[in-house]
């Protein structure tokens, strides 16, 4: 298999193998110590927590929404080419994406402070993530071309990708403000490793019955992508020296950026819960090894245009490079280094749960539970049942998915999550979450789009998340 | 505790892989992937006045070459495959006129001929398709073309003048060619 195939088919695999980002198995999973990654604001009775450095947290997730592998390489004796045709260019939208993130913990902490109703969290975690729309009317210019198609507008608009990867240091605080509210807020600083935007194209090509020759052919482009930190692992490579490059750019070598996590808990009555977190709400300013490349500009031509005689009264004409250096000063191909600001995909929480069932002892330090007279903290159910809301800003705008789950605790040393999610990639995606404490020693992990694994070719997107932690409740 | 973990992601792993299936795939159809997608331009448009026509000093009203580089880059001559040229010259002029477009290579060789002959006014129009690849004439033609000459030759009188106004010969043209990306 050559590089280019491995590459392709890597990608494509990918896209089977996970999706999106949300990840609805762990919100308001308040067991698990990475929910406050996701709700800062979520309640905690932990006195402290360590995650077990890289592996307290792995998350791998990508999805592609119009297309799955099994519909292009099934060994079903139909010809690839009429597959991509039918499959992607026509039954594909520009509103499709092919998407991906995975987030590693490098470390993860947390512990209460002198005043127990404040728990603070910090740690580090790097994450990539990228997103391209498919670009449908370059897809059919690639594919098919422009003959025979008069007056067909080819949208350049359809290319709009962005992507990164990112080194996040954060540091934040939990605190309980009443027996009913807890609040959260995490500042986040984000070290860029790479990344790249393509995301406010607009424009089109189309060819017309020309005015004077046969055929006329208009570009009409305002066009843009920004990347950076590229060139400099492209010399890294060169030189053998990419981790210590990568290593450089994550702890601050490359371009900083600011960001926040807000989070709450509402206790609406002794069983009811409602909780909601905004996180990445921050930007990256991208002032290193920046490249951006621009096409702006409109041009019309019908070939060759020689009008005699005054067309030959210089002889030495040239017409062909006169078009070509026309055409060229009409819309410019142009590169420049300014420096630009990348926004953060923000990403949006909200869940309302209902506890019922046995109230379990609480294992937090304190005098708490339904028959403690302080009830400081709440005591946890056997079982819980709600919705979440989930919602991303893409550059398409934003995009949402809607979750119903139901969790049993098993004392307080099991715990499971299950969920139905609808969204953009599937209307059949149930998830679960398993939790184990086994002492101190916390474990977890979870699945999605559990269905697809009756033939997990045909699967647009799966994810996973597991981790390791310690936990201290503080009692002796 | 690396013991519980390895233990854990055995169990995971296992249960995922028991319970998980994968239809039959071929990934080997990456390599019958076949992007030859067509292309379509105008490539030449030449006008000339009547007078142009009568004011020649010989029947030869003009004769040109014209640098055209389009089809000889490697972009495109390492790719194309076959493809079509499409003439049209419409004649409003008083004159019967033959027009001679040649295509030549770099260094001026004559690699194809094509002659029209084209009556007076008014009913002066002419499409002719010529198709190059393995149902025409050589694709070679056409990533060898490095210029193009038109010549037109006044097959009659030079002083009459056409009854419409504006009278001119044009030579239209355009290209629709298949190229080979993968």
New interface residues.
């Given amino acids: 298999m050559t590089p280019r195939k491995l590459l392709v088919t890597g990608l494509l695999l990918a896209s089977f193998v996970v999706h999106g980002q949300n990840k609805q198995l762990l919100y308001d999973f308040i067991e698990i110590p990475q929910a406050a990654m996701i709700n800062p604001g979520v309640i905690t009775d932990f006195q402290w927590y360590s995650g077990v450095p890289t592996l307290s947290g792995i998350s791998f997730q990508a999805g592609s929404s119009g297309l799955s592998v099994n519909d292009i390489f099934a060994n079903d004796g139909l010809d690839i080419n009429d597959k991509i045709r039918n499959r992607a260019i026509a039954g594909m939208t520009p509103r499709d994406e092919l998407s991906g993130t995975f987030q590693i913990e490098i470390l993860n902490f947390g512990f209460r402070g002198r005043n127990p109703d404040n728990f603070y969290t910090g740690g580090m975690y790097l994450e990539g993530d990228a997103i391209g729309y498919w670009f449908r009317d370059y897809a059919i210019l690639a594919f098919e071309g422009n003959a025979d198609r008069l007056n067909q507008r080819f949208d350049l608009g359809h290319l709009k990708t962005r992507g990164e990867m990112v080194n996040v240091f954060h540091f934040g605080v939990n605190k309980k403000v009443d027996s009913d509210l807890t609040v959260g807020l995490r500042g986040k600083l984000y070290s860029s490793i790479l990344d790249f935007n393509s995301t406010r194209n607009k424009g089109f090509f189309i060819t017309r019955e020309g005015q004077n020759n046969i055929l006329e052919s208009t570009v009409n482009a305002d066009m843009q992508s920004r990347s950076s930190g590229f060139n400099e692992v492209r010399n890294a490579v060169d030189d053998g020296n990419v981790g210590g490059v990568l290593a450089k750019r994550a702890f601050f070598g490359g371009n900083l950026g600011l960001g926040l996590d807000l989070g709450f808990t509402y206790q609406l009555g002794e069983q009811t819960v409602l909780t909601g977190s905004l996180l990445d709400l921050g930007f990256i300013y991208h002032s290193n090894d920046v490249f951006n490349y621009t096409l702006n500009g409109d041009a019309t031509v019908e070939g060759v245009e020689i009008i005699l005689p005054d067309a030959v009264s210089n002889p030495d004409t040239d017409f062909w490079q006169d078009l070509v250096d026309e055409i060229e000063g009409f819309i410019p191909f142009e590169s420049n280094r300014k420096n630009y600001i990348a926004f953060r995909p923000t990403k949006l929480y909200a869940s309302l749960r209902y506890n019922f069932g046995e109230p379990l002892d609480s294992r937090a330090n304190c005098e708490c539970g339904l028959s403690a007279s302080t009830n400081s903290i709440r005591a946890k159910y056997t079982n819980s049942l709600g919705g979440q809301l989930y919602m991303i800003n893409r550059p398409r705008g934003p995009q949402a998915a809607l979750t119903a789950f139901y969790q049993r605790r098993f004392g307080n040393f099991m715990a499971l999550k299950t969920t139905y999610t609808i969204d953009k990639f599937s209307f059949t995606n149930l998830g679960l979450g398993l939790n184990l404490q086994a002492g101190p020693v916390n474990i977890y992990a979870m699945a999605d789009n559990l269905l697809s694994y009756r033939n997990i070719a045909d699967s647009r997107y799966a994810s996973f998340q597991l981790g390791l932690n310690i936990i201290s409740w503080g009692k002796k | 505790?690396k013991g519980?973990?390895k233990y854990?992601?055995f169990c995971?792993v296992s249960f995922?892989l028991l319970?998980?299936?994968?239809?039959?795939?071929?990934?080997g159809?990456?390599d019958?992937?076949?992007?030859t997608?067509?292309?379509?331009?105008?490539?030449?448009?030449?006008?000339?006045?009547e007078t142009?026509v009568n004011d020649a000093p010989t029947n030869i009203v003009?004769t040109?070459n014209?640098?055209?580089?389009?089809f000889s880059s490697d972009v495109f001559a390492d790719r194309v495959l076959d493809g079509t040229v499409?003439y049209?010259i419409e004649n409003t002029t008083s004159k019967e006129l033959s027009i001679i477009v040649e295509f030549l290579d770099a260094e001026g060789n004559v690699l194809d001929i094509e002659n029209f002959d084209i009556d007076p006014a008014p009913t002066a129009t002419l499409q002719r398709d010529i198709a190059y690849g393995d149902t025409g004439r050589s694709i070679e033609i056409i990533k060898n073309l490095s210029s193009i000459r038109v010549s037109t030759v006044n097959e009659s009188d030079n002083n009459s003048t056409s009854n419409q106004a504006d009278a001119k010969i044009i030579l239209?043209?355009?290209g629709?060619f298949?190229?080979q990306?993968k």
Avoid: G
């Fill in positions: 505790m519980i973990l854990f992601l995971s995922a319970s998980s299936c994968v239809e039959d795939q071929d990934f159809q990456f019958q992937i076949e992007l997608p067509t292309y379509e331009a105008s490539m030449l448009y030449i006008e000339a006045p142009l003009f040109q014209f640098n055209f580089d389009a499409t049209i239209k043209s355009s629709k298949r190229v990306l």
